[in-house]
């Protein structure tokens, strides 16, 4: 079992910035896919951004540009630099690993863009 805990959400003006963070509570590496989802109210969990097995990033469309993702495996830690904050960001956001053929997630963290 792993463990993942979102922190860094909050409230935000429109053209603020926020960094989220996931501690994973086993080991990560750059074999394991992770990345952060986001599920705005009445609408599906989407993908944001993410690193794949083989570690490269993906970027959801509406995100490139002003969305960055790291990772520090020492750290066990996820990241995810938000700037340039729209109102249409405001979402929980969701970090997800896949791990020895597991998808665990973490319970999520609110962002909420202010216009």
């Known amino acids: 079992q792993v463990q993942l805990v979102e922190s860094g959400g909050g409230l935000v003006q429109a053209g603020g910035s926020l960094r989220l963070s996931c501690a994973a509570s086993?080991?990560?590496?750059?074999?394991?896919?992770m990345g952060w989802y986001r599920q705005a109210p009445g609408k599906q969990r989407e993908l944001v951004a993410m690193f794949t097995s083989g570690g490269r990033t993906n970027y959801a469309g509406s995100v490139k540009g002003r969305f960055t993702i790291s990772r520090d495996n020492a750290k066990n830690t996820l990241y995810l630099q938000m700037n340039s904050l729209k109102p249409e960001d405001t979402a929980v956001y969701y970090c997800?690993?896949?791990?020895?053929?597991?998808?665990?997630w973490g319970q999520g963290t609110q962002v909420t863009v202010s216009s």
């Open positions: 086993r080991s990560i590496s750059n074999i394991n896919p």
């Open positions: 997800n690993l896949i791990r020895l053929g597991n998808s665990y």
